[in-house]
């Protein structure tokens, strides 16, 4: 089990506020391909209660009544415990949720996204616990989705760059990608997403850095936020007693400058959040600069005196900076301790110079060796690779999705005498 905070491990669980019995929260998926929309429901979900408790599915279970998944278990249950609202996994939880397993941990209600989960054979795996009143719901996000996400594999393009407009051919392709011929159901497709400063501030932390703690930078992409992602900044989070991470994330085009092809497949804006939600970091530089620069390292020591213009930490005024979301920093005086990398190429900057060549000479610089071999460009390859099996899952989900779809409306329309009630 892995409690609430930035890594905090072990710990009895904490009664509610004013000493009443702690809201215990269930939350179950499939929680493949782990991304900042999979976070918000989890945000949600947390804030109605006091204790979260998420369920991951099986391999087994998932490629039964969806197909193949691209993560495997293992790596879907460690993803999810990363995600600081998560207070405790429960792997190989059931595909579908009873009344049996809300109360086997001792759940009051279990929370889902405004789409639908359906089983193999088409019913709605949440229907006993709403039956029973033990089922709230919440706002699924827009503009993100595992689907969209493979599309943009896929499809190379550098259409969902932040600074880019989407076009046709990719909306057309991506709003297509493994799509039932005949209909579209109202969870699937493409919708733009926007970032605005309340996203951001749900996402942050707002913690300062606190004296005694240690002040460690890390950078890069951040594209499409995965395990590897997470055994650096965990192995990362372990140098110190008490660590203050700061991720600094590079512009889109930077990033597209190193990397090559359409990468990031994630914008910075989406990067960010999918960051944000890591329970190891505790800031995000929104567009680092690619060297780390004595400038760059002097930034992390501005103060504002108290009684400063509460604009000066508007998410838009730090993204002009090039500084944190959340304004985290701006209230403390630490400096930087430790700038770390992982093992993977430093590519060098536009000019040829190391990009770490400031952090080294202060003797700050240590580069982290995560344990993992996993990298976005092996998640692509494995998304190319299952190209067919995938699209095929997604037909196959829409088909059952649009069936279930018909028949409640079906349902609807009948005189409320003769409607079956067993749907």
């Not at 009664?15 to 809201?23: E, H």
């Not at 990719?170 to 579209?184: H, V």
């Not at 240690?214 to 995965?226: E, K, N, P, R, S």
């Amino acid at each position: 089990m892995i409690r609430n905070g930035r890594g905090a491990a072990g710990g009895a669980e904490q009664p509610g506020p004013g000493g009443r019995r702690a809201v215990r929260v269930w939350c179950d998926g499939c929680y493949d391909m782990v991304h900042y929309g999979h976070s918000n429901q989890l945000r949600q979900a947390r804030a109605m209660g006091d204790y979260l408790i998420v369920g991951v599915h099986t391999d087994e279970e998932i490629a039964k009544h969806k197909g193949p998944p691209v993560f495997t278990q293992e790596e879907r249950y460690k993803m999810v415990q990363a995600i600081k609202w998560v207070d405790e996994v429960v792997p190989a939880a059931p595909y579908v949720t009873t009344l049996e397993t809300l109360d086997k941990y001792n759940c009051d209600f279990c929370v889902h996204g405004n789409d639908i989960t359906l089983t193999v054979d088409g019913r709605d795996t949440y229907e006993e616990v709403k039956q029973a009143g033990r089922y709230r719901e919440c706002k699924r996000t827009q503009g993100v989705s595992t689907t969209d996400l493979v599309g943009r594999m896929l499809l190379v393009t550098k259409a969902h760059h932040s600074s880019q407009e989407m076009s046709s051919e990719y909306r057309e392709y991506a709003d297509s990608f493994g799509k039932c011929p005949g209909g579209r159901n109202p969870w699937t497709g493409v919708s733009q997403f926007l970032q605005t400063s309340q996203k951001i501030i749900q996402f942050a932390s707002g913690k300062e850095p606190q004296p005694g703690e240690t002040v460690i930078y890390v950078a890069g992409a951040f594209d499409l936020f995965h395990i590897g992602h997470v055994d650096f900044l965990e192995k990362v989070h372990r140098l110190a007693e008490r660590p203050y991470i700061i991720a600094g994330l590079h512009f889109d085009q930077e990033v597209n400058h190193y990397k090559g092809k359409n990468y990031p497949i994630m914008n910075l804006h989406e990067r960010t959040l999918s960051v944000l939600a890591c329970r190891y970091v505790s800031e995000v530089v929104i567009g680092a600069p690619y060297a780390v620069t004595a400038e760059l390292l002097s930034h992390f020591k501005v103060r504002l005196r108290m009684g400063s213009p509460r604009s000066l930490c508007s998410p838009l005024f730090l993204h002009g900076l090039g500084m944190q979301a959340g304004c985290g920093l701006l209230g403390g005086a630490q400096e930087v301790d430790l700038v770390c990398h992982g093992k993977t190429e430093i590519i060098p900057d536009r000019d040829g110079s190391d990009p770490y060549q400031e952090p080294k000479r202060r003797g700050i610089f240590r580069q982290i060796d995560s344990g993992s071999n996993l990298t976005t460009d092996l998640i692509v390859q494995r998304i190319i690779t299952n190209r067919l099996e995938y699209e095929a899952r997604n037909q196959k989900k829409e088909a059952k999705e649009l069936a279930f779809l018909e028949a409640a409306r079906q349902q609807a329309a009948q005189p409320l005498g003769e409607r079956d009630g067993d749907f």
